[in-house]
């Protein structure tokens, strides 16, 4: 009698780990499309990821770089301060969306090109992402605001 609840136990334990293992290979497969990593400029040129890998980079849009075409194509360049990146993006630019203003797009790095398909941008003067503050910082190009 022994035995048998023993090795009863014993499936209902291995049962249970399976479908643990089971359950957490499930959530982890549904998210890796919805995780985006953070990249500054300086580790997308010292690193370029996969032309597939759908990522966040973030940096200080470069004075003098951004182009409105006559199509629906919107060029511009980030930096980090140690780098420069060119960007496209198609579609409409959020309000305040400026030259030597914070952003952070979502995209991928297709052959020297980071092809965004969603920019944010600051929505006040003095906020800035912390992923953007601290890859300025690390560069040694961030600025404080004045308060």
Avoid: C
């Avoid at 953070?38 to 032309?51: D, K, L, N, Y």
């Avoid at 906020?127 to 961030?142: C, H, R, S």
């Amino acid at each position: 009698m022994k035995s048998l609840k023993k090795q009863r136990r014993i499936q209902i334990v291995s049962v249970a780990i399976v479908a643990l293992a089971l359950s957490t290979a499930l959530i982890g497969y549904a998210l890796k499309d919805g995780i985006n990593f953070f990249r500054a400029p300086s580790q997308v040129i010292a690193e370029p990821p996969a032309p597939t890998e759908v990522f966040r980079m973030g940096g200080l849009v470069e004075q003098g770089s951004l182009v409105r075409g006559d199509s629906e194509i919107i060029r511009f360049s980030v930096t980090d301060g140690g780098a420069s990146v060119p960007v496209t993006y198609t579609g409409v630019l959020p309000d305040l969306f400026e030259e030597e203003q914070g952003m952070v797009g979502t995209g991928r790095y297709v052959n020297g090109v980071f092809e965004a398909t969603e920019i944010l941008a600051k929505h006040d003067e003095t906020y800035m992402p912390k992923e953007v503050v601290d890859a300025l910082k690390a560069q040694g190009v961030y600025q404080e605001p004045d308060t």
